[in-house]
């Protein structure tokens, strides 16, 4: 495998430092290649992702394969004005010169990605390593195997691996990519690896975009409309069975509305899915039998005062609410990743509610997502108090459904953003070019610098 990586990177090398890449008319033509692939190749893709995640049709559709046919539509209508180069004002002092910048591509670039949105989150950055001219070695994640391998058959019948190459393996095969020099490196995973990641990129000073994750927290304020509130919380929570790097990972409520939010929820989770949620074809599983003892290990953390049922072989576990938890417990510290919901109830003596969730949010690392239920205007208030790559104000997970704005991670959540433009942006280096004409040439600058007063002042 270290051989074949070893020879992928050079012949991507060499067909990059061809020149093949950078014609705009080549990047729309494998655009489209990209886009009737994956419409030749959707029946394969969402039966793989029934078998590896009991991930439903409409579900795959909607969460994986429509996010990378918008990605791509949105660049082929805009990928012409993205590149254009773009003309800037010259100041006196460099005259008579022009100034540009223009967008050139990375190079070689190295995309890894997770298992719980196996499709888009490995597709969607390749559109924007695609629209901006670069190659890409594609690095699927060994937890899937079946789409991974649907992915790896659907690349090669369509591109040539000096172009763009599927490489399948684990950390193993990670080690083995991180010893090549890339371009850049597009990671979507845990804090934990991708420490790993940027200690590997650092050797070679490889830029790197990480789209993280993290406990993203979710605020319910007494001004909340609990019905709506609920309704969209059982669906974020339970959407992909929670295994969403931007899913709400814990409740900050007020006391006021927190018996309420209880029966809600659970009317609302019975609503989505049933009686019976097991029998429901639209509840994921969990991917791996580590996964699901993990996040079931989570239920001694507290008191369970909704859900709990479990089922170990064939991995499901019902949406699950938790109180009593403990600040420092594995609950609060660590991403769940599954349908349990740990339950904080919050007042306001002593200081309001709002202030407490605060300094509650501010105390830990940045969250990838922020979500609060409550009126709008204390919303924004909140937001901007508080940091997080992205978030909803009485909504969740919906900021990444917009094409048309940024996704991305801070602090321990992530470095970089990608969808839109910014996908171009972020495969991208912005080259600043000055031409200068040679009808005049200024003695201002030149030693023994004459006239240095009326320099001082032009400058």
Known sequence: MKEYISTTRSKQKQFFRSGATLPLCFRRQMLRKLSDAMHQYEKPLTEALWTDLHKSYEEAYLTELSIVYGEIRNHLR??????????????????????????????????????NYPVQLLLNPLVGAISAGCTAVLKPSPYVPN????????????????????VQGNREVNAALFEQRWDMIFFTGSPALAKTVMAAAAKNLTPVVLELG?????????TADI?????RLAWGK????????????YILIHKDVKEAFVKAFAAEVRALHGEDIAADRHYVRMVNDKAFE???????????????????????????????????????????????????????????????????????????????????????????????????????????????????GVGNSGMGRYHDR??????????????????????????????????????
């Open 78 to 115: 805009h990928l012409s004005q993205w590149a254009k180069p773009e003309r800037k004002s010259s100041p006196l002092a460099i005259l008579p010169a022009s100034s540009r910048i223009i967008k050139e591509p990375l190079g070689n670039t190295l995309i890894i990605a997770p298992w």
């Open 294 to 408: 993990r996040v079931t290990g989570y239920f001694k953390d507290g008191d369970i005062i909704y859900g709990g049922r479990t089922d170990a072989t064939t991995r499901f576990i019902e949406p699950t609410l938790i109180e009593n938890v403990a600040l420092d417990s594995p609950l609060m510290t660590e991403e769940i990743f599954g349908p349990v919901f740990p339950v904080i109830t919050m007042d306001d003596n002593g200081k309001d509610f709002r202030s407490k969730v605060i300094d509650f949010v501010t105390s830990r690392e940045k969250p990838l997502a922020f979500y609060y239920f409550g009126k709008e205007s204390d919303g924004w208030d909140v937001i901007r108090r508080t940091s997080s790559g992205g978030g909803c104000i009485n909504d969740v997970i919906m900021h990444i459904a917009n094409e048309n704005v940024p996704f991305g």
């Open 238 to 249: 339970t959407l992909n069975s929670g295994q969403t790097c931007i899913a709400p990972d």
């Open 227 to 231: 019905a709506v509130t609920a309704k």
């Open 422 to 459: 910014d996908s171009f942006e972020a495969f991208s280096h912005t080259r600043s070019i000055i031409a200068t004409g040679n009808w005049i040439d200024l003695p201002f600058r030149y030693m023994p610098y004459r006239m240095f007063g009326l320099v001082k002042k032009i400058l």
């Open 214 to 222: 993290g406990k993203s927290p979710c605020i319910i304020d007494k």
């Open 147 to 166: 789409v991974s391998t649907v992915i790896e058959d659907m690349i090669k019948e369509t591109f040539d691996e000096q172009y763009i190459a599927v």
